[in-house]
């Protein structure tokens, strides 16, 4: 199965920020989406969940060949989708054992009767170790309060519990020291399986130290202007991101208008 | 501004109902001049204007002449009254059907140690001293609301909770109202008396058992706190939506005591709710909790004063409504901190949330402060329901009801989660789910749902510190 963005073009409040995406994922891989700000990757993530302020202008996304575009974002999780957020949003009064058990129960197969609430603590208290989460988390407001690890922990939780076929994680690695981290990044190893295809946003090459994709992508001005193997990410960090958005506007230049 | 109630739409409620009232009640001389002299002030008093209420149809939004308050109370039988209300087990509990009350057995233990919960006419007959007393002491002053005036002048019941020095009741007293039918009027005069260092927890709910169109309860509760005592106290209202509801609630702290009320209102077509708290005695502590869920053409007026007339006194009110369809909703909250009152602390938060465009929420806070040591703060919003809390729980999911449920019910929570009253607290979550799923429950369909499954999902109770999270004066 796949997930397949083709010539996705999108907008916010009237402005074009995707002017053609095409990438392709399959399950079991593992992609790098890195770029400089303002280049449209968090754009991508947003619309590819399906916010409602994004609105897709042209183009299409299909998981296993079914476009997405037209369902709500509770519909593309149960597809498979999986969205990782950049900020995640704290809400106040639910506890976050209520809300991982709804979140639970959302993504399981159709026709599958729900764990008993003992069974699913159990469930969630191994993802917790795995994670080096207390469970004391379990009783605080989801997200109220979380710290910067915290929070981006909490979003790999979700990811463990829901089992994605493909996941996109929306610069998981910002605002983390360096134990958080390599914790963060050993959890999405662990809770990527064979099963799960992910695209990975990152700005930096730091990250991808310890989670190694097999595929790495740039974009620029709301498109992919270069993918490539591993490497690419090395070159991108020894040579910074002129070296290729600025070849390509020199490229772009010296075609005829 | 529209007129709450007009005289002309009195209609019965005259001078020779209260004359009534007395008489077949054979109430004391004493007494009967007090319904007279509240009469009299409520009379006196103008018609209390409030922009929320209905437009021609008045006052009440109803026609409060229809009431039925007669002077004898009519019979009813209330085992079959009160089916499906009671699990049948519960003592300590008053039940008030319409006019006609009834007294479940206060348990040995407590009746042993001089606890009261009667009617009024039974606390009359057993200790008219100290009912005279308490009318004559009165917290909620007649000349001051004129809500409290027609209530002291057309009572047709009353409860009398009075816990004797230093006893402890370690489970609640309670009672209950339940309006059957139209034209019910039920006009309660309560008096809560926690003696030095006595410690109790009076549970109310309000409920109908049909349509109760030109129906009233109309209550004026006084809670006492003596020194070192502890009272808490809360109310549950369900009454039908044609129902009006009003209370009035003034609860003294003396030295060293805790009050707390806690209220939900869910019910009637108009609520209008005032609490004064009344901080008279060093280091005393007062807090409201009031949660309110509304919808259709709801209006809810509600106030809460906190008057910290003492040193060291702590005082906070907390509001948290969640709005629906075209109903409406106003908070008014006062501070007021006298000279003396030096290391004061009080708070006042009210946040409502929208659920609709037509709905419509207000919060006028206030403060008066005379003394530059103490510390006091207000809060509020009215605001939308947020759009990205609703992206983020459906890209885990939840369908849009669901998220929406999740994050209502959620928002109740902080206030919720601090209500001192398990019974309550528990109570409140379930009837608000009821709610918001169009089911009304009470508070016996939980125990009911308790005794039949045991899988609970584990609570969170919020214990910081309000005045550590918010510090505007000081």
Known sequence: MKLEIKDLHASVEGKEILKGVDLSIGQGEAHALMGPNGSGKSTLAYTLMGHPKYQVTSGDVLIGGESIIKLTPDKRVKKGLFLAFQYPVSVQGVSMFSFLRAAYNNSRPPGTEPPTIFEFREEVAAKLKMLSMDETFLNRYLNEGFSGGEKKRAEILQMALMRPKFAVLDETDSGLDIDALRIVAEGINKVSGPDTGSLLITHYQRILKYVKPQFVHVMHQGRIIQSGGEELSRLLEEKGYSWITGYKEEEAAQQPA | ?474
């Open chain 2, 1 to 474: 501004m529209i007129a709450v109630v007009s005289q002309k739409e009195l209609g019965a409620f005259d001078e020779s109902l209260a004359s009534a009232l007395s008489e077949s009640r054979s109430e004391p001389r004493w007494l009967r001049d007090i319904r007279l002299d509240s009469y009299g002030k409520f009379k006196e008093l103008p018609t209390e204007r409030n922009p929320l209420y209905t437009k021609y149809a008045s006052t009440f939004g109803f026609d409060i002449s229809g009431v039925g308050v007669s002077p004898v109370p009519a019979k009813i039988d209330f085992r079959s009254f009160f089916q499906g209300y009671l699990t049948g087990k519960e003592r300590n509990i008053l039940l008030q059907g319409n006019e006609t009350q009834v007294h479940a057995e206060l348990d040995d233990d407590l009746a042993s140690k001089g606890v009261m919960l009667l009617s009024m006419e039974e606390a009359l007959r057993k200790d008219e001293r100290l009912v005279r007393s308490l009318f004559e002491q009165r917290l909620a002053r007649p000349e001051s609301d004129k809500f409290v005036a027609f209530v002291g002048a057309f009572f047709n019941c009353g409860t009398v909770v009075y816990v004797p020095r230093g006893v402890a009741v370690d489970r609640p007293l309670r009672r209950m109202f339940l309006l059957d039918g139209p034209k019910s009027g039920v006009i309660d005069q309560t008096f809560v008396c926690a003696e030095e260092g006595s410690k109790v927890v009076f549970l109310e709910e309000l409920y109908s058992k049909g349509p109760a169109a030109s129906s009233m309860v109309a209550s004026t509760v006084e809670v006492r706190a003596r020194p070192y005592a502890q009272v808490d106290l809360s109310s549950i209202q369900l009454l039908d939506e044609q129902a009006l509801h009003v209370s009035n609630r003034a609860v003294e702290t003396l030295a060293d005591a805790k009050a707390t009320v806690s209220s939900l209102e869910l019910g009637a077509a108009v609520s209008r709710s005032r609490t004064n708290f009344l901080l008279n005695g060093r280091g005393s502590l007062a807090e409201g909790f009031e949660i309110f869920f509304t919808d259709a053409k709801q209006r809810y007026d509600f106030e809460t004063n906190l008057f910290h007339n003492s040193p060291d006194s702590t005082g906070s009110t907390q509001a948290r409504g969640v709005l629906k369809g075209e109903s409406q909703s106003i908070f008014k909250g006062m501070i007021k901190i006298v000279n003396a009152a030096k290391n004061s602390r009080s708070y006042l938060a009210h946040h409502a949330m929208l659920l609709e465009r037509t709905a419509k929420s207000d919060a006028i806070p206030g403060l008066e402060i005379d003394n530059n040591e103490v510390k006091a703060t207000h809060s509020a919003s009215v605001a939308q329901i947020d759009e990205e809390q609703l992206f983020y729980l459906m890209a885990r999911g939840l369908s849009l009801d669901e998220t929406k449920r999740m994050v209502v019910l959620g928002f109740f929570e902080p206030v919720l989660s601090r209500v001192p009253i398990e019974q309550t607290r528990e109570g409140a979550r379930f009837m608000i789910e009821g709610k918001w799923d169009g089911v009304k429950r009470r508070l016996v369909d939980r125990e009911t749902l308790l005794a039949e499954e045991g899988e609970t999902t584990p609570e969170v109770r919020q214990t910081e510190d309000i005045f550590e999270r918010h510090y505007k004066y000081r």
